[in-house]
Each structure stands twice: as C-alpha cells, then as structure tokens.
C-alpha cells in the first residue's frame, strides 16, 4: 500500500485514557496489523474526522509514535509511516517473552493454590470459548490470566516495562490472527503445572516458549498478508 491512508478497522473505544494515547493504541494496532503501510502517511485531520475527534489528541498521538519509530515526521509532508520487518516483531517478542518469564518465575513463589485452582477455572472457561470460536471471550479471559500472574509477581515496574511491549501486539484484531486463541487455550497447562510445582525455571520457560510461540503466529500472519519489508541493508 502506498500513498495516503487511514486505518479502517472501525472507531476504537476514546475512553478510559488519556485521548491521545488511545488514537495511539489504535495507530499501533492499525501499523501492526498492516492496515496502515509503509510508506503512507497518515493524515492528522482525515483521522481525526475518521475519529469523531479533535486534531490536538491525533497529533499528539503521532508525536508519541515518532519518539517510538513507528512513524517519521517529514516537514510540509506529515507523518509517514515506517517500514514494519520480521526483526521489528520478533525484537518485541523477544523482549516481551524475557519480562514475562521472569514474572513467572516469579510468580511461582508467591501464588498459592487457591490462586492457581482460580487461574485453571479461568483456562475451563478460555478452552469453552475458543471451541465455540468466541475470539473476543478468548481474549479476555487470557489477559486476566496473565494479568494475575504478572501482579501476583510482586513486580510492579517491570510489570510496567511488560506493559510498554504489549502496546504493539495488535489485541483488538485477536481472533483474525490464525492460531492466537488455540495457543491461548493449549499453551498455558505447562505455565499452570509450574505454577503448582512452584518451579521458577518451568514456569520462566513455559511462559517465554508461550509468548514466543505467539509472536511466531503474527509473523506468519503478517508475512502472508505481504506486510513485513526487508529490513534496510546495513550502511557501508
């Protein structure tokens, strides 16, 4: 896709945050996903019409994307949009997938067993709902586990920094992306059995092997819709 364009997944919910850093959310998602390409700019006063909104939070929202390096500001031109590459998505993986494993970890020494029957009646209802193809139930029932695992962590600033990754995994398309609700409903049995052990080790690597294992689907997913680029070659 070239030259200009909007994201067209429909109006996100503006409520709750900040309003800039809601269109921020949707701007993400919207790049992550390949709605919005490379190299197209994103025009602030089309969007925010597209929005129901003013153009103040919009440009905010793109001023918060460029310090991030998702968009490139260019004088008298606006806001380009840049490059996504399989190493951009496999970098956020990895990341998220270290900050997670060791709240896991950490969390195997601090959730007691009421606590994790909880989080196996959660996964009941989870496994129920991605057999009856309900992607949006899937979704919000993992996010409460893992929620409940990252709190019970103790951790609260590298909750944080796990928190700033999972701004660019693209949740609200989370049943158009082909294996995300099967690995939510298959993958955590090996998190809940080190859990139980209260394992650190198992429950680090059964969470990074999870959050990798889902970070591999989007590639997948975003390599057969022809969105990832080459990186750019090395400088001489």
Known sequence: MSGDAEPSA?????????????????????????????????????????????????????????????????????FRVLPLTERDVDDLFNVQSYIAGELAARAATALGEPEIEHLRRIQARLERAARDGAADLVDALNHEIHRTINRSSGSSRMTALLNLTVHYVPLRFFGKVEGWAEASAHDHSAIFDALHSRDPEAARTAMTDHIRHVGRLLIDHLRSRGVLEEPPAPPK
């Open 10 to 78: 429909g109006r996100p919910a503006l409520a709750g945050k900040q309003l800039s850093e809601q269109v921020a959310v949707h701007l993400r998602e919207a790049i992550m996903i390949g709605e919005l390409r490379a190299p197209a700019y994103v025009r602030t006063e089309h969007l925010a019409a597209e929005l129901g909104i003013s153009a103040t939070p919009v440009r905010e929202a793109l001023m918060i994307l460029h310090s991030e390096g998702a968009v490139r500001w260019e004088p008298r031109r606006g």
